[in-house]
């Protein structure tokens, strides 16, 4: 009820104003060239209540310029027929506007609630979205626990029961053992021991990447002395054919990091390759990068496999008989990531994989005698 009484005061106050407009202007300007004012009365009110209100101020507009500015002035008759066709068109011309107004009111309406709907269907797919990747995030640490169980309950306790067996054996008096047997229960102590502590640190070293805390100290190296120092924690293992360039390439990297990457990559081509077969360790540069190649001679990565093997405790397809918790390559890509580089895969079948260390190069520095 409200709503129609502002509209019907509205359209009351429109044509009064057009009216005042008119009368002030009389003196000056032909009384039916006024008559255009009374549209500017239809408009607003078209706009803002609609064509009903709209129709109504056209119809008052017409009776009061008849009324007060038509001969004979204040009746409802008409001097001159003329302005009978006069007070049609303005009429017509009022309703048509009018309806054009009110159209352009509803669709402008229809914008607004497109554009709102538009809008809340837009929160709503950031919403999904991000429940989304809460859900991939959820998954992904639910098998990351997964394989983190399996590795625990596997290559934890094959090494712990190594320890213990032949620690048991070698606590026992009632049995007898010679030196050679003891020797031998020894290494076994040693090499389970060994590949207990790097198993930990390996595990260690991904849940540091994983949680953002393992930002590099960068330093200013040479990537040759970044691979002998590789080959000197691997114990000079013969089979490793190393090819360096003439001037050793600069990096601004964590020097430990990178060499822990080294380590992972010689590593997983020792263990895929045969007794018989080399590993080669390339290392080349060129302006923009310094790449470290790694090839052997090993079953190689199938394509379909050539990024989840870098997904931690993946193990390929043809691992065949080596033994391992699928993090060397993981950790390798994440501290080589962290340093600014990255790490990708070439293979055929059959023919052996090549991995690819990348990192950015840096300008010697220019010393002055």
């Given at each position: ?190 090499a389970a021991s060994d590949r207990l502590d790097h198993l930990v640190v390996n595990l260690l070293d991904l849940s540091r990447l994983q949680a953002g805390a ?156």
């Open positions: 009820m409200r709503t129609r009484l502002e509209a019907f005061a509205g359209c009351v106050l429109a044509v009064a104003v057009a009216s005042g407009a008119i009368a002030a202007l009389d003196r000056w300007v032909p009384v039916l060239s006024l008559a255009i004012l009374y549209l500017l009365a239809v408009l607003p009110v078209a706009i803002v209540w609609g064509i009903g209100p709209a129709v109504l101020v056209s119809v008052g507009s017409m009776l009061t310029f008849n009324f007060f500015f038509l001969p004979p002035v204040h009746t409802f008759t008409l001097a001159d027929s003329q302005n009978w066709l006069a007070l049609v068109v303005f009429a017509v011309t009022a309703v048509v506007v009018g309806e054009l107004a009110a159209r352009a009111r509803r669709r402008a309406r229809e914008a607004a609630l497109l554009a709102e709907r538009a809008t809340t269907l837009a929160d709503e797919r950031e919403r999904l979205a991000q429940e989304a990747l809460e859900a991939e995030a959820l998954r992904r640490a639910d098998a990351l626990k997964t394989a983190l169980l399996r590795a625990v309950s596997h290559d934890l306790r094959t090494p712990l029961m190594a320890i213990s067996t032949a620690a048991g054996a070698l606590s026992r008096g009632d049995l007898a053992i010679d030196e050679a047997d003891r020797d031998e229960l020894l290494a076994t102590i040693l393992a930002p590099p100290e960068l330093e200013l190296v040479d990537e040759e002395g970044l691979v002998v120092r590789a080959l000197d924690e691997l114990g000079g293992e013969a089979r490793i054919e190393v090819s360096l360039p003439d001037d050793a390439p600069l990096v601004r990297v964590d020097g430990h990091q990178i060499q822990r990457v080294l380590v992972n990559l010689i590593e997983n081509a020792l263990k895929y390759s045969s007794a018989g077969e080399p590993v080669r360790v390339q290392v080349a540069a060129t302006p923009v990068e310094t790449l470290v190649r790694v090839i052997d001679h090993g079953p190689g990565v199938p394509f379909e496999e050539r990024e989840a093997i870098f997904e931690p405790f993946h193990r390929g397809s043809r691992v065949g008989e080596a033994r391992g918790a699928g993090l060397g390559l993981a950790i390798a890509r994440g501290f080589a990531e962290a340093n600014g580089g990255r790490i990708s895969v070439e293979s055929r079948a059959g023919q052996g994989a090549t991995f690819v260390l990348s990192l950015p190069s840096v300008a010697a520095p220019v010393t002055v005698a």
